[in-house]
């Protein structure tokens, strides 16, 4: 039977609720465990895929076509186990459930309330499927003391008394501020945290403390004392200059150890952190370094592409070498001359996104790199400009994407239907913008003397979409005239994946998203050999 593992935060909020529970599970999985994460998202939206980038982050997209929190691809990529669709929950979708079988007539008449509805439907969600697995992680989103987490706080509060101490464990992440006039650590953050949750009735018996400075024993004595927790139990987390590290730091800090303490487990073999120890030696001795663009839309807020910069450092360490980043608007291409921005770049990249806006810009960038010879790398949204730029270099003047609005040359249009499985899927113009696109893992297969074949290494691929618009099959043999060649179509030969052009360095666009799939211990081979021409092209410069 599977024991969980309740993880909530206090005092504010990007404490690293996500990174610790990711951390943790790694930590637990080097010992030999099953584990698994699950994120609780109290907003009321059913799912984050409506919800902008500059607001939410990235929306993570699960194989089996969840559009979810980006903390599940910290999962991901600190577990290498495959998110699923029942791994993130929030309370529009729980809400959601009840109310359309409220509707249907399901619950014969009852009120409907949130004690015991609601919290029966998280209780639910938290236990499915874990009949397989040894330990099952599930952060709580938000802090306490948000109005909108109470029910979840509630229905965990019942599941821990439910398994008792030997299945359940409490873990509260705090803030511990430096109060650099007064030139000390502050506690108090976290008593008031701790009391509150306590109020709820749920007592944490492991508290991750986040800090810039060192936490004296003197501090965590005082901690331990007034949250009713042991000493050892208090465990430090100071920021660390790789995310990677975090395994190792929080190993060092005893908090694998102490969760095994709690849940009585005294036999548990040590823990093999050689894939940890490695990945941090090629992050901390690179045998050198590139630059690489990234031409995006929503480079204000650096969430809104996680997996993205995760990928490229992952490459990165597959070369042994440091991935330096410039983010750079768009919009700034249509204001100022492309070169002089991108001249220094040993790679250019263009991610995905949505609407109009810096399209041009996008467009340029995907011409430098053409003309330039600077290894491309086109995402989604980024591989339909380098087919529409392909496209205005062969003369098909105003080539677009009807996202835009009307154009001559529709290079890009509405994806209205494809198939899933057995299953023919349609959607137009008037379809529920939420939910809707291509989601999920679709296979691919691979032209034999192409960049991406060598790459992977084998066809058919696999890999997790997320879009509503598709490159125009009708215009390939202009685009292929052009020396813009599909690499990689739907197993149909209806739906383009992969564009090349066999002419240049590495000029590689994508319709899908590769960067969900890439792990530090398991690098995408695209962004391994994205950044393996990087550095070839850092050698010409």
Known sequence: MARFIFITGGVVSSLGKGLMAAALAALLQARGYRVRIRKFDPYLNVDPGTMSPTQHGEVFVTDDGAETDLD?????????????????????????????KERKGDFLGATVQVIPHVTDAIKAFALAETDDLDFVLCEIGGTVGDIEGLPFLEAIRQLGNEMGTDG??????????????????KTKPTQHSVAELRGIGIQPRILVCRSEHPLPDSDRAKIALFCNVRQEAVIPALDAASIYAVPLQYHAAGLDAEVLRAFGITDSPAPDLSRWQTIMDRIENPEGSVHIGIVGKYTGLKDAY?????????GGIANRVKVEL??????DFEREDVANILEPMHGILVPGGFGERGSEGKIAAVRFARERQVPFFGICLGMQMACIEGARAVGLEGASTTEFGPTPHPIVGLLTEWQEGDRLVQRDESSDKGGTMRLGAYPAVLSGNSLARAAYGNSPISERHRHRYEVNIAYRPQLEAGGLVFTGLSPDGVLPEIVERPDHPWFVGVQFHPELKSKPFDPHPLFASFVSAAVKQSRLV
């Open 326 to 331: 410039r983010w750079i608007d768009a919009e």
């Open 168 to 185: 359940a464990l409490f873990i509260h992440t705090t803030l511990v501020p430096f109060i650099a006039a007064a030139g000390e650590l």
């Open 72 to 100: 599940l691809g910290h999962y991901e990529r600190f577990t290498g186990v495959a998110s699923r669709q029942s791994d993130n929950v929030t309370s529009g979708r729980i809400y959601f459930d009840i109310l359309t």
């Open 306 to 314: 996680k997996s993205l910069t995760e990928a490229l450092v992952h």
